[in-house]
């Protein structure tokens, strides 16, 4: 199954050292494509995707405009204990301990860290249970955003066809900061790929940024507005793509067809579809053809 939403990592310049690092962790993991383009906003920039456990990733590095924050994590299932020992090894130096590895009530062994890069991950033993999909991205919803986890879920699950929202965990009466009901963990699938949310009240100096983004792949111009009109809420952040919904988390509406553009061997074509789509808002498919073409 094609994956229909990718996490998209933003870089200063480390994309390439952090894909091989993060490759280097994970079974079913290879390096799927890397393109450079040349004379973007950011300079040149270099992008790549890489399959981690069987999940594809977007990276890149076009400057220090972003950092990854906690408000997007990554939630690894790990089958024994020992696994959970052996990724926090790894991921942990040059870090930073976000929650300490050990037994929680949710599981017996657990921790969460930001690793070199300040890119988060929560490692946890699932005891014994099935792990269908290995890696979970995670929004926690903080700020002025706190309390909106269960409506944003809701409305995510609206737009994309195979898509539910399944457990659901909620603060009680006894919760010392997030008020009674809020969210304190759920899941949910969107096009069939599992993800999570929580709602956070603590004095979270950060939020979400466009450090992390999904982007969304869509193989028509109808399917790129039926994205772009149902997600888009903050016109001035609209710029080759990429959107920002009325929670502040960025996405970016993509035509499938880029893939085949970005990959293509001439560099006079590559430049031209840089060219067309740098000056774009919402993608034009037909105006990429035609620029890709001429």
């Known amino acids: 199954m094609k994956q229909k939403i990718i996490p998209h990592l933003w870089f200063d310049k480390e994309a390439e050292e952090a894909a091989d690092f993060y490759m280097s962790l994970f079974k079913e993991s290879k390096l799927k494509d890397k393109t450079v383009l040349n004379d973007t906003p950011s300079g040149t ?3 790549l995707t890489i399959e981690l456990a069987g999940q594809d990733f977007m990276l890149i590095s076009a400057g220090p405009f972003f950092k990854f924050t906690p408000a997007v994590s990554f ?6 204990q020992e696994e959970v020992d052996a990724l926090w090894e790894k991921l942990s130096p040059g870090g930073e301990v976000l929650m300490p590895l050990d037994r929680y009530p949710f599981s017996e062994k657990y921790g969460w860290v930001a690793d070199r890069y300040g890119l988060s991950w929560q490692i946890m033993a699932v005891g014994g249970q099935e792990i269908v999909q290995k890696i979970t991205p995670t929004l926690m919803f903080v700020g002025d955003q706190c309390g909106k986890a269960e409506e944003a879920v809701n409305y995510y699950v ?6 539910q929202v399944s457990d659901i965990l909620r603060y009680g009466e006894a919760s010392l900061l997030d008020k009674p009901e809020t969210i304190q963990h759920v899941e949910f699938t969107l096009a069939r790929q599992k993800f999570a949310a929580m709602d956070s009240a603590y004095d979270h100096q950060f939020t979400f940024n466009e450090a992390i983004s999904f982007v969304v792949n869509c193989e028509t111009q109808e399917e790129i507005d039926h994205f772009w009109n149902a997600l888009s809420a903050v016109p001035e952040a609209e710029q080759c793509g990429w959107l920002k919904d009325r929670y502040g988390f960025s996405w970016q509406i993509v035509p499938t067809i ?3 553009m970005m990959k293509d061997d001439d560099p006079d074509k590559l430049a031209k579809v840089t060219v067309a789509f740098l000056k774009m808002k919402k993608f ?3 105006e990429l053809i035609n620029a890709w073409e001429s």
């Open 284 to 286: 034009d498919i037909q």
């Open 75 to 80: 939630l690894i299932a790990c089958d024994s």
């Open 258 to 260: 880029m893939t085949e």
């Open 45 to 47: 920039a270099t992008m």
């Open 158 to 163: 609206t737009l994309f066809e195979d898509s």
